[in-house]
Each structure stands twice: as structure tokens, then as C-alpha cells.
């Protein structure tokens, strides 16, 4: 059994980029245990938290895809994706100077991530702190 579940947490989180697509081919709520066993497995597990933040955005839990993000900084400060997609959480909650903070910081660590660009930009007709 056990190793079966870990068949299944290694498929889920080496799913790379396009893993939210786990999410249109499984009900989240499935995605989001199998996720929650990997991060039993290996609370580390970067991948894990990223791609549980990205399953709970897909159900529209906003705050607790926060909360997944957040662990993912903490495992790795330097990781843009998960600065970017914090941004874009906290926009969804109308939190925009600290969704901007967010970005600028996805966007100092990797200044070529065009997208926490875009958003950012986009972000700026609500807040003025938008400069970096």
C-alpha cells in the first residue's frame, strides 16, 4: 500500500509545470490528499507545498494557498514561483501592496520572470507602491 501511495505522490509532484493540470483530470479535493502524503513523506518537499497551493487556488481557498506558499518560501526563500504565485493569491484577496511586495520579490530573485511582471504592472492602477 504504502508503496503504491508513494507511486502516486511521486507522479502527482514530478508532474512539473503543467502539474495543475492534476487538478482538471482528478477532483482537487483528491489532488490535495495526495499532495498533504507527500508532505507527510517529506515535509521539505518544495514541490509538494507549491503544487498543494496551486490545487487549494483551484478550489478557490485562497488563505490556505497563502499558508502552502509561505511554507514553500520557508523551505526555499529563493524560489521565484512561489513568491509570484503568492502575489497573485494575494491579489485574489484584494491584499494588493502586499501582493506587490510579493511580486517585486519573485521579480528581484528571478528578474526575468515576465509574468510577476505583467501582474505587477497590472496591480499598479491599485496601489501606488508598485515601483521597485
Known sequence: MLSRDRR???EV????QSRIRACEISPVHEVI??????IEINPQNLTAWNGKGLALYKSNKYDETIT???KAIEINPQYPKAWYLKGIDLRK?????EAV????KAIKIGPHHSRAWYNKNNLSKYTKSASL
Open 8 to 10: 502516486r505522490v511521486d
Open 13 to 16: 509532484t514530478n508532474f512539473g
Open 33 to 38: 490528499k495526495v499532495y498533504d502524503g507527500a
Open 68 to 70: 502552502a506558499y509561505d
Open 93 to 97: 484577496l484584494g491584499k494588493f501592496r
Open 101 to 104: 511586495t510579493a511580486l517585486n
